[in-house]
């Protein structure tokens, strides 16, 4: 979680039940096995750019409707 | 030990485990920081259960 804003989401998502995760926090060419073989001196911004802001929402058979009606609820009162 | 596909290595080494644990996990330290190149061998439940077996 490298950003500020995934944090301040994390947290708040927390709070209010959701659990979430950053699973690609980073280009694939900046982790550092990468670096050391030289990859990545272009460098993709997009790729970089949405890594900083990409989470995870929960999504598995168990959740029931009014589970996926909380998360949308819930993530569109955060962009408010 | 085999599995099926694959097993378990046991070792009193602990550099030696260090560096296991990376080769069978893409060389993940932990929270996608990969290190090293490594591969995926971490064990299914079904060759689990095949390992914990009894002979």
Known sequence: MTSPSQREAYGYLNANGIATAVHYPKAVYEQPIYQKLGYGRDGCPVSEDVSRRVMSLPVHPSLSASDLQHIAQTINCFED | ?55
Do not use: C, F, V, W
Not at chain 2, 6 to 25: H, S
């Open chain 2, 1 to 55: 030990m085999t599995t099926g596909e694959g097993g378990m290595i046991t070792t009193n080494d602990n550099a030696l485990a260090d560096r296991l644990r990376l080769l069978r996990n893409h060389g993940d330290t932990g929270k996608y920081n990969h290190i090293s190149i490594g591969y995926n061998y971490r064990m299914t439940n079904i060759q689990g259960a095949i390992g914990s077996e009894p002979r």
